[in-house]
Nanobody, 124 residues
Framework: VQLQAYGGGLVQAGGCLRI?????????????MGWFRQAPGKGREFVAA????????YASDSVKGRFTVSRDNAKNTVYLQMNSLTPEDTAIYHC??????????????????WGQGTQVTVSS
């Protein structure tokens, strides 16, 4: 299975951006999906996740109320809508797939498959 995140870019603080992740090689219904990010000099951080059916989502405290994860299983795509962006949101954003469907887990070790990532830069 391959994951490809895209849609990142440069945005001003307070702005919004939607990034996407296409899954190929197997139907996305097989997986819970997660978004993680990594800023320069920092470790990987959980952002948000969604169960295979879309029935449950989970977001980290740092993005709750600003970011929304969703999916379109017919398109084999998962999305991350990011609003009210701040410079602290600057990072490479990766999508990941959990085949065991642990329930929108924030634990990166539950995710077997990872995409290359897309850069999001928020200017002040």
């Amino acid at each position: 299975v391959q994951l490809q995140a895209y849609g990142g870019g440069l945005v001003q603080a307070g702005g919004c951006l939607r990034i996407s992740c296409d899954v190929s090689g197997r139907t996305i219904r097989t997986y819970d999906m997660g978004w993680f990010r990594q800023a320069p000099g920092k470790g990987r951080e959980f952002v948000a996740a969604i169960t295979w059916s879309g029935g449950r989502t989970y977001a980290s405290d740092s993005v709750k109320g600003r970011f929304t994860v969703s999916r379109d299983n017919a398109k084999n795509t998962v999305y991350l809508q990011m609003n009210s962006l701040t410079p602290e949101d600057t990072a490479i954003y990766h999508c990941a797939a959990d085949p065991r469907r642990a329930g929108a887990t924030p634990n990166e070790y539950d995710y077997n498959y990872w995409g290359q990532g897309t850069q999001v830069t928020v200017s002040s």
